[in-house]
């Protein structure tokens, strides 16, 4: 499928381009985002890879993993019933979910293409996705968002009365699109069209006359970390010294008030848009608490996850900075095996983007969707969502800006935005970093995820707003 859509990417980019005379802002486009992909992606994420993989290589042989996977071992085993239950990729998808709920976008994709690589290992059919991974990929596109923290900065910023408003809307709406992403996914497994093709046969099957596939009739190996050393009295007493410290920590920097410019400020140079203004240092207003609860979590989660995983492996008997360097070797054959898929996927989007096709489309489908109920001023975001997270920004903050901060459509625009994924690029990337070329009905389902939560955004929010 991801074949068709790269090609028809193309081929409308250079007809559209051509009918409107914007075939020079299609080339321009195409050598930008191919210079985006390597030198602003792929080489950047290298840095971050072997950073949360070094840390996430403690997080295993700590046994933290372990822990995790058992806790949620019953829900894991529905989703993934063809993953064994004390496999490295159980512990790396439920790793990744958490940092999608929290919006911890820089740890969420390297711990995700980690799970990827684990779900290789049991991949018997190199180059097509498994079923486990498409499932994987429709809960990553659709995650369910906690805490919106990007949309909720912007509208506190911007002066909303209630900037927080958007959570319960966007918790309902990324439920709505999960679910619709797992149906969708588990329904199209099954289809003659994206089944699975017949495994190939062993040479020792073959020598001795039985060309079965390979592995038919037995679950693949489980792989089991060494068990650390037990967890002492005195260690537990560490451990809770330090959860007390980063409450207190926490509690400290959202009350004082002297705190308040460095945590916007950091929110600031982190994620805000150049064109969006902090509020006054002095406004202590109660609708601007939200912003520093938001700018504490943002803050310390990070930093937080860096020295707790540490931590706990070296009161396990872990040596933490040998097993840091083996987990963060592989970041960089991750980073540099993405670039072809990369290159290829973001210089289709920006080709199409730079011919007008997101114009076109809106001309097309606004006389379709208004009498429906849905505002035409949120189709170039919804459009745009699944090509490009920046582009999406810019065009979020532009309608804050023009229709104000709590009109019902800014509301709905800062759900969808809480709510959806950038889905081509997040299949480009967890696809390549496993040379995964046949997605089967992966991209189906994580777009169906999205309209699902584009809709769910539009309905919740007319009923809690309108």
């Not at 170039?380 to 901060?405: D, H, K, N, W, Y």
Request: hydrophobic share 55%.
């Amino acid at each position: 499928m991801l074949n068709a859509l790269w090609l028809a990417l193309v081929l409308l980019a250079v007809v559209i381009g051509g009918a409107t005379g914007r075939l020079r802002e299609v080339t321009e486009s195409a050598f930008q985002m191919a210079d985006t992909a390597v030198m602003k992606i792929a080489l950047p994420l290298a840095g971050i890879m072997a950073l949360w993989l070094g840390v996430m290589r403690l997080a295993e042989r700590s046994g933290l993993v372990q822990i995790l996977a058992r806790a949620l071992r019953p829900v894991m085993r529905r989703l993934f019933p063809d993953v064994p239950a004390e496999h490295p990729a159980m512990g790396s998808m439920l790793m990744n979910m958490a940092a999608n709920m929290l919006g911890l976008a820089n740890a969420a994709t390297p711990l995700g293409l980690r799970a990827m690589r684990d779900l290789e290992t049991l991949n018997r059919n190199p180059g097509t996705a498994t079923n486990a991974m498409c499932t994987f990929l429709a809960i990553n596109t659709s995650s369910i968002q906690l805490l919106p923290t990007t949309a909720i900065a912007i509208l506190a910023t911007q002066r909303s009365q209630d900037p927080t408003a958007i959570v319960g809307t966007s918790l309902l709406a990324t439920i709505c699109s999960t679910v619709a992403g797992i149906t969708a996914v588990k329904w199209m497994e099954n289809w003659r069209v994206f089944r699975l093709p017949a495994a190939p046969a062993s040479p020792a099957a073959v020598a001795a006359g039985n060309a079965g596939p390979v592995g038919e009739g037995a679950e693949p190996a489980e792989v089991v970390a060494p068990e650390p050393a037990p967890l002492t009295t005195r260690g537990r007493l560490a451990l809770w010294v330090l959860l007390a410290a980063f409450a207190g920590l926490a509690l400290w920097i959202s009350l004082a008030p002297a705190s308040y410019r460095e945590v916007t400020a950091a929110l600031h140079t982190r994620i805000f848009p150049e064109n969006v203004k902090l509020p006054a240092w002095e406004d202590t207003s109660g609708q601007h608490l939200a912003l520093r609860a938001v700018g504490t979590l943002s803050l310390l989660a990070v930093p937080f996850l860096l020295l707790f995983f540490p931590f706990y492996a070296a009161l396990r008997g872990v040596k933490v900075y040998e097993e840091f360097v083996e987990g963060a070797k592989e970041g960089f054959g991750v980073a540099l095996r993405i670039i072809p898929f990369l290159v290829a996927i973001l210089v289709a989007i920006g080709m199409f983007r730079g011919a007008g096709g997101i114009e076109a489309l809106k001309s097309i489908l606004a006389p379709l969707l208004t009498p429906l109920g849905f505002p035409p001023d949120l189709l170039p975001m919804v459009l745009v969502r699944p090509l490009s997270g920046s582009a999406t920004t810019g065009l979020f903050v532009e309608i804050v800006q023009r229709l104000g901060p709590d009109d019902l459509v800014t509301r709905m625009a800062g759900t969808i935005f809480g709510s959806t994924e950038t889905t081509f690029y997040v299949i480009a990337v967890y696809f390549g970093a496993v040379a995964v070329r046949r997605t089967r009905h992966a991209v189906a389902a994580g777009l169906i995820a999205d309209l699902a939560g584009v809709v769910a955004s539009v309905v919740i929010c007319r009923l809690m707003f309108g």
